[in-house]
């Protein structure tokens, strides 16, 4: 799906009106945001996501990704700046209105109901609204269940699931509320190599297909450098580095974020690889002096 050439919504003034379900980019503009009196975000800008493209958000732990994530979703606290959705900004938006957009998966799961896998994909879908549980739309989140590689669970109950198994369950619960911005905290924690690849691609190709704003936190950034379109790396709560993935994480970056000596491999194999090599300086060990 080629990404539509849209204006940069840091020039648009106001709030402008867009056509129902259409694509739109997401731009953060100076976000700060953190929890009470403890401000992690200090004047996050990054250029406009675009639709139908996936950013990984990279750093090392305590570097705000998720709080930067939770501030998007409507979830931490936003002390000044703007969350941009075409002209609309999101941050000053009631809870509900923002939840019409924007869909947020946390790392850890709430506690699962006694519902099968296709019930609670079924009242994601449409909270509760019976009249449009159409057979085209079951049909359609059948579907969405074979292209996650569970359908087979669809008649399982989530309290019977593994810890894997049912983060692909929250995953379609989120995909099937087909929403303009998908936000997913570590979506790769619990599952095993060929399911991190295969969600990974999965993503990806429903992200193109409807026009999505995807925002993934990741810890691997081969992950990222195969499957990302974009990159945002944060550290101590500022944007260190944002663009294509394979200038985002560079020998630089990986010394300056994460401390340690690297390169980044297999740019012309088309399989790109981050290859550590030591340690620029022992975090542990600077920690406890």
């Known amino acids: ?145 074979r292209h996650l590689g569970i359908d087979a669970l669809a008649g399982r109950h989530l309290d019977e699931l593994s810890g894997g198994q049912r983060q692909l369950a929250g995953l379609a619960q989120a995909l099937a509320r087909r929403p303009r911005v998908l936000l997913l905290d570590e979506p790769l924690s619990a599952l095993d190599l060929n399911y991190q690849f295969h969600v990974m691609q999965l993503l990806r190709r429903e992200t193109r297909e409807h026009g999505l704003v995807t925002v993934v936190v990741l810890h691997d950034l081969d992950s990222a450098l195969r499957h990302a379109d974009h990159a945002l790396l944060l550290r101590h709560g500022r944007i260190l580095a944002d663009g294509a993935p394979h200038d985002v994480i560079s020998p630089a970056t990986l010394a300056e974020a994460y401390g340690v000596r690297g390169r980044v491999d297999g740019h012309r194999e088309g399989s790109p690889h981050v290859h550590v090599e030591g340690l620029v300086h022992d975090r542990f060990a600077v920690e406890e002096v």
């Open 1 to 145: 799906m080629k990404t539509p050439d849209l204006m940069d919504p840091m020039r648009m003034p106001g709030k402008t009106a867009a056509p129902a379900g259409a694509a739109l980019p997401l731009a953060i503009d100076n976000l700060q945001a953190g929890y009470g009196r403890h401000r992690i975000l200090h004047g996050v800008t990054a250029a406009a996501l675009r639709p139908g493209t996936v950013t990984a958000l990279l750093g090392p732990n305590g570097s705000g990704k998720s709080t930067l994530l939770k501030a998007l979703g409507g979830l931490a606290r936003v002390s000044g700046g703007r969350i941009l959705l075409g002209g609309t900004d999101l941050a000053r938006q009631p809870p509900a209105e923002r939840a019409r957009h924007i869909v947020y998966m946390p790392q850890a799961l709430p506690r699962p109901v006694h519902l099968t896998v296709f019930e609670s994909v079924v009242i994601a879908a449409h909270a509760g609204d019976r009249s449009r549980r159409t057979g085209a739309e079951l049909e359609r989140i059948a579907r969405l269940l």
